[in-house]
């Protein structure tokens, strides 16, 4: 729960869907997959929790993690942050 920011107790369906959504995420990470796809991941996620998701994803080393999105804003957040990380890897990063 510290990727997503919250530990206190209380019912999911009380959160935000932004906190929702985040909620899932730290779920299927608890068992550590190879494998993560995500279906839009980022629908109505405020841009700051679309940062902090992709750069909590970046941190888990080994994993493929897919992201399906319908929408033009979503793919070009999601890619404008995958390219930014990617270029702050020192030169011969595996990538």
């Known amino acids: 729960m510290e990727l997503v920011g919250s530990a206190e107790r209380t019912l999911v369906a009380d959160y935000s869907t ?3 959504k985040k909620i899932g995420l730290a779920t ?3 068992h550590g997959p190879k494998l993560l796809v995500l279906d839009e991941p980022f629908e ?3 841009p700051v929790s679309a940062t902090t998701i992709l750069i909590g994803l970046a941190g888990f080393g080994g994993m493929l993690a897919v992201y399906l999105a319908e929408s033009r804003k979503a ?3 999601a890619r ?3 390219k930014a990380r990617e270029e702050a890897l020192p ?5």
């Open 80 to 82: 404008a942050e995958l």
């Open 18 to 20: 932004d906190m929702r």
């Open 75 to 77: 793919k070009e957040r």
């Open 44 to 46: 109505a996620v405020a």
């Open 28 to 30: 299927a990470l608890l």
């Open 91 to 95: 030169p011969g990063s595996v990538r």
